[in-house]
């Protein structure tokens, strides 16, 4: 049964702080992995998709890798800002089965950006 | 752009109602999943509708049921309601193999 873990749980950071995230997973027969955002109460904004073929994906001051033998993967966020404060998620999808999404989710890192 | 619709927003129901909830796809995507999100926990998934078919199914109560209709909106029908099934309950939509979109979901409180 794939597992997902994300470390750390929560994060604090001073504005303009480089920061990375990280997210690992038991069973490396995936088909893609993707990073989450959640605001409280709200739903999932997804910010990166990474195909099991790839190796990193960027979007602004977000990157994201991929090191599917290893079962890891990294978020980015690069000069962070206050508006990035949120929980966010790392999800995985199976290769094969009858849902392309039948994802399995991280219990997230929640970050706040200080002012 | 139009994006996943969900209704009602937030529902309080007490124990042993019903409770139905509805998700409105992005057009033209043909696959709708429902997650479930208690307080506190990572989403989990219920069940896969492909054009109108049950694809897939997850950790779902025998007490919920849901079905993709003709227009491909999708209902989540739960019975029985528990203290328990008080969470988010979120639904998103695709293409085959294409990026996965979510709702802003719907808050069940179950007194």
């Known amino acids: 049964k794939q597992e997902v873990t994300q470390i750390p749980a929560a994060l604090s950071v001073p504005e303009g702080e480089n920061l990375v995230l990280n997210c690992s997973f038991t069973d490396s027969a995936i088909y893609n992995l993707q990073w989450f955002r959640q605001d409280p109460g709200k739903g999932l904004t997804s910010l990166l998709l990474?195909?099991?073929?790839?190796r990193e994906q960027t979007s602004g001051r977000l990157n994201a890798s991929l090191d599917k033998s290893s079962g890891r993967s990294t978020l980015y966020i690069a000069a962070s800002q206050p508006g990035d404060s949120a929980t966010y998620l790392c999800?995985?999808?199976?290769?094969?089965?009858?849902?392309?999404?039948?994802?399995?989710f991280g219990k997230g890192t929640l970050l706040t950006v200080n002012p | 752009a139009a994006g996943v619709i969900q209704s009602p927003r937030h529902l309080i129901k007490e124990k042993r109602e019903t409770a139905t909830l509805k998700c409105y796809p992005i057009?033209?995507?043909?696959?709708v999943y429902w997650y479930q999100q208690g307080p506190g926990q990572d989403p989990q998934f219920l069940i896969s509708?492909?054009?109108?078919?049950?694809?897939d199914k997850g950790s779902i109560p025998d007490r919920f049921s849901a079905q993709q209709f003709s227009d491909y909106h999708s209902e989540l029908n739960m019975s029985s309601l528990e203290l328990g099934d008080s969470a988010l309950y979120f639904c998103?939509?695709?293409?085959?193999?294409?990026?996965?979109?979510f709702g802003n979901g719907t808050r069940l409180t179950v007194t």
């Open positions: 999800a995985v999808a199976p290769v094969g089965g009858g849902s392309n999404y039948k994802l399995t």
């Open positions: 057009p033209r995507h043909d696959t």
């Open positions: 509708f492909y054009e109108k078919m049950q694809s």
């Open positions: 990474i195909q099991s073929s790839q």
């Open positions: 998103a939509s695709s293409y085959p193999w294409g990026p996965l979109h």
